[in-house]
């Protein structure tokens, strides 16, 4: 089942047992990297980030006792979620304009009121099952972190991530690269992370290595088994973003190249690229991955608040740099580099 849109409309008729799915605001966007770039202030290339407050350039430790707030509608989850951001090139005079973002207005349930931000999903087997009385889930650990893409991959799609080119509400085909036309919904970018871990560490030097991916196509779906080398079966997860390109649609000319670029420019959207840090509080996160027919924002004992008490959490701004408005270069990316 290749695409969202079909498996969400089987859902609709299924008795769906999937796992979480829940929005989170956007919390920050500034060039921050604490899994890549821990300490540097500012990191190579700005990121949408959402989730909790403990963020900063340098995170150790168990991030779920240290947060005090989250954007996010799971408030036991002090987690940080992000990606790059996304920019707009005008074609003739080369400036760039940052995308706003959308929430994203799932195909079942609506946004709650999330203030632009990622959709989180942490599946257990599918978008429709859990499957936990063949296997069960086990929870990231304090201090897990892990990424998924590469900023400098240039060619050769990657399983997992994925645009799609939004006509309205109507998401189309998931596509590897930019679409190639104006999306008058916006683009949607999907990023599934690999769910089978070495059971041993909590990062590795590139960052993934700890982590296997055993989906071999594209969509939530079912996971082969866990190889040895990577056996304990993790939740798998996801986040979905929409970026808003309504007011770009009249500056891109029919026929010509994709205009839009990931903060780090690129030369294609194979770069897409996404971090995530594991801060849910206590056995939060594991209580929910034990419970079945815990069906997106459902699964019992987990906590919740409105989307508009998470949309109150805050941090400051400590890479004190424009991002948004017209610039002449990106933030990080002199000329030279361009
Ligand atoms: C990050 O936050 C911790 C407290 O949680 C603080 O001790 C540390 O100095 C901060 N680091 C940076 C680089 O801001
Ligand atoms: C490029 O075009 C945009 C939109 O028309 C404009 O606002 C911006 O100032 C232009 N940039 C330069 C460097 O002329």
């Given at each position: 089942m290749k695409s969202v849109s079909a498996a969400a409309a089987l859902a609709l008729i299924a008795p769906v047992q999937a796992g979480l799915r829940f929005p989170c605001s956007t919390l920050t966007?500034?060039?921050?990297?604490?899994?890549?770039?821990?300490?540097?202030?500012?990191?190579?290339?700005?990121?949408?980030?959402?989730?909790?407050?403990?963020?900063?350039?340098?995170?150790?430790?168990?991030?779920?006792?240290k947060g005090t707030c989250t954007t996010c509608q799971m408030s036991e989850d002090f987690s940080n979620y992000w990606t790059a951001h996304l920019y707009f090139k005008h074609p003739t005079n080369g400036?760039?304009?940052?995308?706003?973002?959308?929430?994203?207005?799932?195909?079942?349930?609506?946004?709650?009121?999330?203030?632009g931000g990622l959709t989180v999903y942490?599946?257990?087997?599918?978008?429709?099952k859990d499957n936990l009385k063949s296997q069960a889930i086990k929870a990231f650990q304090p201090g897990f972190r892990m990424t998924v893409g590469s900023?400098?991959?240039?060619?050769?799609?990657?399983?997992?991530?994925?645009?799609?080119?939004?006509?309205?509400?109507n998401r189309g085909a998931e596509m590897s690269d930019f679409p190639t036309k104006p999306?008058?919904?916006?683009?949607?970018?999907?990023?599934?992370?690999?769910?089978?871990?070495d059971g041993k560490n909590l990062d590795s030097p590139d960052h993934q290595?700890?982590?296997?991916?055993?989906?071999?196509s594209d969509g939530f779906v079912s996971a082969a088994k866990c190889p040895a080398s990577h056996p304990v079966r993790m939740p798998q997860v996801t986040y979905e973003t929409v970026w808003d390109t309504s007011k770009f649609n009249s500056l891109w000319p029919s026929g010509t190249p994709n205009p839009y670029v990931w903060s780090f420019e690129g030369t294609s959207g194979f770069g897409t690229h996404a971090d995530y840090m594991f801060g849910w509080k206590g056995d939060s996160l594991q209580r929910a991955m034990d419970?079945?027919?815990?069906?997106?924002?459902?699964?019992?004992?987990i906590k919740k608040q409105t989307m508009a008490v998470a949309n109150?959490?805050?941090?400051?701004?400590?890479?004190?740099?424009?991002?948004?408005?017209?610039?002449?270069?990106?933030?990080?990316?002199?000329?030279?580099?361009?």
């Open positions: 966007i500034q060039r921050l990297d604490p899994v890549v770039q821990p300490g540097s202030m500012p990191a190579a290339h700005v990121h949408h980030i959402v989730g909790g407050n403990a963020f900063n350039a340098t995170m150790t430790g168990d991030i779920g006792e400036s760039y304009h940052r995308v706003p973002v959308l929430p994203v207005q799932p195909l079942l349930g609506g946004s709650q009121g999330a203030s942490y599946t257990q087997f599918d978008l429709n900023p400098t991959r240039s060619s050769k799609p990657q399983t997992g991530l994925r645009y799609q080119c939004l006509q309205g509400q999306c008058t919904g916006g683009i949607f970018t999907t990023h599934h992370f690999p769910a089978c871990w290595s700890h982590m296997y991916n055993t989906i071999t419970k079945s027919e815990c069906f997106y924002d459902g699964c019992g004992s109150q959490c805050s941090i400051k701004e400590t890479v004190k740099e424009v991002t948004d408005g017209w610039l002449t270069e990106l933030p990080g990316m002199g000329k030279a580099m361009v």
